[in-house]
């Protein structure tokens, strides 16, 4: 009878792994306005227009607190976990948090503002370099995409494996041998 060890921690690591991104922070910020975040998380985010509405995700059912400038205020997300709340902030730089339990959201907002540009000349008899400053890419969602392929890979895994007996036992031989 074959030993079944490495196909329970297949299947293990393959339920943590769903486990852990399935149950990963729900609340995000979707939209400033008609700015799309696209579930990033900056520090500074710029929005062009003044009087934006936050939209995002949070636990269904459950309240939402914005902190904006000092002025605290609540909103209950929807039974899908949307919510939204119309700012009414005008021009200038605002601080923002955003929290529902223990997931916290804190960036500056700037309203009526163009994202910076920060370029720096450097000029040398033979040669000029030109940099330009930009906003990098980044947010849980790789980790969360890298967690999920994982778990992907290691039930398919199991699966082949339990499909056949015979691939099954030379596998454990392997890795026992090894």
């Given at each position: ?160 494996f339990w499909g056949d007996r015979s691939k099954l036992a030379a596998f ?7």
């Amino acid at each position: 009878m074959p030993s079944y060890k490495f196909l329970s921690l297949f299947a293990f690591i393959g339920a943590l792994s769903f486990f852990i991104v399935s149950s990963a922070a729900t609340l995000t910020l979707t939209k400033i306005g008609v700015l799309d975040t696209q579930g990033n998380i900056y520090t500074d985010w710029y929005y062009s227009g003044t009087f934006p509405t936050l939209f995002g995700k949070a636990a269904p059912s459950q309240d939402v607190t914005l902190v904006l400038n000092s002025k605290t205020s609540t909103v209950k997300a929807s039974s899908t976990g949307d919510w939204s709340y119309p700012t009414g902030l005008g021009a200038g730089n605002h601080t923002v948090v955003i929290s529902q339990g223990t997931d916290k959201l804190t960036f500056n907002l700037h309203l009526g503002q163009t994202v910076p540009t920060t370029t720096t000349t450097t000029t040398t008899p033979a040669t000029t370099t030109q940099t330009t400053a930009s906003v990098p890419n980044t947010g849980i969602d790789q980790i969360g995409a890298l967690l999920f392929a994982s778990g992907a890979i290691m039930l398919a895994a199991y699966l082949y494996f339990w499909g056949d007996r015979s691939k099954l036992a030379a596998f454990e031989q392997k890795v026992l041998k090894d």
